[in-house]
């Protein structure tokens, strides 16, 4: 009874190292993260989902429902089934999404990404798109953000294009106006230098 006692306590310790991932994940999909360690880890669902097996399994394990016991089967059933519910409504609501990746002209590390999320078969109130460019290679690739804009109808701020204008600027445009990032040659950061009209972002 005391080696499942201690197996059980190790799993459930173990529940939150689940949970310490999807938080580094979350901290590196932020503007300026590592573009690597995002894409990994930036994954709450499945990560929360398994946090709740390792409860779940660790009360089994233990099988004595006192307090540590009952607390971990209680919270792992609550957290799975939440998993699981927000696991069903992203399949649901969350079309496929479609991407374009355009190379800056001098650096071929440099690149402007365009998600398209919804896809042109969905409703215009359920698409957007996604506009980031990413700097560097490997582990050390960054991804920065540059605009989040949600689809709208022709002369409300629809998309129009989002391309390189030379080597170190980026200009996205709608059909009520545009913005121009310059894009550091070194670190890839941009900044806003030129705003003209009204761009909706989301």
């Known amino acids: 009874m005391r080696l499942r006692g201690r197996i059980g306590g190790v799993l459930a310790g173990s529940a939150l190292l689940p949970l310490l991932v999807c938080a580094v994940g979350r901290r590196e999909s932020r503007s300026g993260g590592r573009t690597a360690v995002a894409d990994a880890l930036d994954r709450p669902v499945p990560l929360i989902a398994v946090t709740a097996v390792l409860l779940l399994v660790a009360a089994l394990v233990r099988r004595r429902w006192d307090l540590v016991g009952g607390t971990a089967a209680g919270v792992g059933g609550i957290v799975l089934v939440g998993a699981l519910g927000l696991l069903a409504l992203h399949t649901a609501f969350v079309e496929p999404s479609t991407q374009t990746r355009t190379s800056s002209p001098a650096r071929a590390d440099q690149v402007l990404l365009v998600v398209h999320l919804g896809g042109p078969g969905a409703e215009t109130e359920a698409q957007e798109r996604r506009i980031t460019v990413e700097s560097g290679s490997g582990l050390s690739a960054r991804r920065w ?16 294009s989002a391309g390189w204008t030379d080597a170190g600027h980026i200009r996205i445009a709608t059909d009520t106006g545009f913005r121009v990032f310059g894009i550091d040659p070194d670190t890839g950061e941009p900044t806003l230098t030129e705003s003209v009209g009204r761009v909706k972002a989301s």
């Open 145 to 160: 953000h540059l605009l989040d804009l949600p689809e709208r109808f022709p002369d409300e701020g629809a998309f129009v």
